[in-house]
């Protein structure tokens, strides 16, 4: 661990992550948090949720709960939060108005912030002459100095003031960042810090919540960075400790422009579940994107690991500082490995609620209907990549006969000797028995099915295998790409197979 990353003054280390409720959560939302918990947990720190919910334009009734369910959903779970409470609640900003006042009183009376009677139109104009005589952007000082009385004497002026900081000649632009070292950050004009219906902007908001929730380091995204001065600022200027700052860098599309939800839909965190993303491997993904891969002892380089692997060897000076870009085809590739990982009864369990979702499985399952997905879910654990994946493979096995349909394309992959081929195989499987207490080797078993299929198409009429089981794969199935033919035809049962062969051939 960087030393640089202790609070200096013995106090806990305390992080948290503030997402606003205006929608399907970001997925850098998660990002952010993944790394907040990493390093409290290595230093037995705490993690905070905060709702940042003053924005009540954009608000969204359903978004904090999102929030709550998609950061369980990934095991970022937290210490303290507006759903579990703590000893800094209220840990929704929206309930904390009465909080920001006394700070922006003390900014005013000690003449650090000013009352700003500009109206909207006045100060478009203001940006507008700026621009065109292409002069630095930023308040010009009406207000400053003046009294409301003496403000109203001139034009533009609105009779609900905003408050905004004094920003001195002298501010500091440059600071230590626990990743990028030292930063320098562009001047800031004088920023409000309450708005014209009294609530705090995020820049006041931010620093009063932090100070008063015991925040010791301040993660959040590098867009932030030309904001830290105004924050250093407030600090100083207030009297209040000042916290560790790190800025990650922006996730990234294969434009290398910052990932938005209005132009990536994998921007919303919500749509990995809805994917069939694990939780485990969209962490690891993350992880790798700000964070290097774990080098072994022979010097090799290992991309998958656990979060309590992350968590053990995190180090701050080792995050990237560079934007990574979002590469979902790794990500995956990630998702395929795990789903391989997973225990069968783990696997059928995840899957059940995409295939509730898609209509293969009633809300309510049978034994029996649970029972034949973990023989399916053996079968197809190795060919997805996705829990969706598994809807086409696995529906099939839940159709009545006469209602599986044979898609175009796997219907188009027939060849002629395909009528051929079904009548040998309808003739070779009738005898074989689907009693229990037939003999062994009588039973309607995938070896048993394999063993007479091979014999009467492949060696009987000198039919290469593809060309052999295509057919019945097609008619079984009723897909191009199906699980592994034998089996599901034991799993299926003598009576269905028998009827599904068939039905094939009855459409030739």
Known sequence: MS?????????????RVAPSPTGDPHVGTAYMSMFDLAFARQQGGKFILRIEDTDRVRFQEDSEQQIF????WLGLNWDEGPDLGGPFEPYRQSERLGTYKP??????????????????????????????????????????????????????????????MLVPDDVQLTFTDLIRGQVSAPRPDDQVIV??????????????????????????????ISSTPKHILLYQWLGLPMPHFAHMPLLRDEKKAKISKRKSPWARLTWFKERGYLPEALINFLALLGYPPIIESDGSEREIFTFAEFTERFDWSK??????????????????????????????????????????????PSADDLARLKRIGELIQTRITLLTDATALVAPFYLDDAA????????????????????????????????????????WTAERIEAV?????????????????????TAVSGQKISPPLFESMEILGKESTLARLHGLRASL
């Not at 030393?3 to 992080?15: E, F, I, N, Q």
């Not at 104009?125 to 003496?150: A, V």
């Not at 014999?455 to 295509?470: S, Y």
Request: hydrophobic letters at 35%; charged letters at 30%; aromatic letters at 6%.
């Open 404 to 443: 599986l349909e044979v898609a175009d394309d796997a219907r188009k992959q027939l060849k002629d000797g395909a009528p051929q081929v079904l009548d040998a195989a309808t003739a070779v499987l009738e005898p074989i028995s689907d009693s229990v207490g037939a003999s062994d080797g009588a039973q």
């Open 319 to 364: 995050v990237n500082a560079v934007g990574p870009i979002f590469n979902l085809e790794k990500l995956t590739w990630l998702n395929g490995h795990y789903i391989r990982e997973l225990e069968l009864d783990d696997l059928c369990a995840r899957l059940l609620p995409h295939l509730q979702h898609d209509g293969v499985l009633s809300e309510q």
């Open 69 to 72: 369910d998609t950061l369980h």
């Open 453 to 473: 299929l091979r014999e009467t198409l492949v060696e009987g009429l000198g039919i290469k295998p593809r060309l052999a089981f295509g057919p019945l794969r």
């Open 103 to 164: 700070y922006a009183d003390k900014l005013v009376a000690e003449g650090h912030a000013y009352n700003c009677w500009c109206s909207s139109e006045r100060l478009a104009e203001m940006r507008d002459m700026q621009q065109k005589t292409k002069q630095p952007t930023g308040y010009d000082r009406m207000c400053y100095g003046k009294t409301r009385e003496e403000r109203a004497e001139l034009p533009g002026f609105s009779d609900k003031p905003v408050v905004r």
């Open 3 to 15: 030393t640089s990353s202790a609070p200096s003054d013995g106090r806990p280390v305390r992080l």
């Open 195 to 224: 708005k014209a219906d009294g609530f705090p902007t995020y820049h006041l908001a931010v620093v009063v919540d932090d100070h008063e929730m015991g925040i010791t380091h301040v993660v959040r995204g590098e867009e932030w």
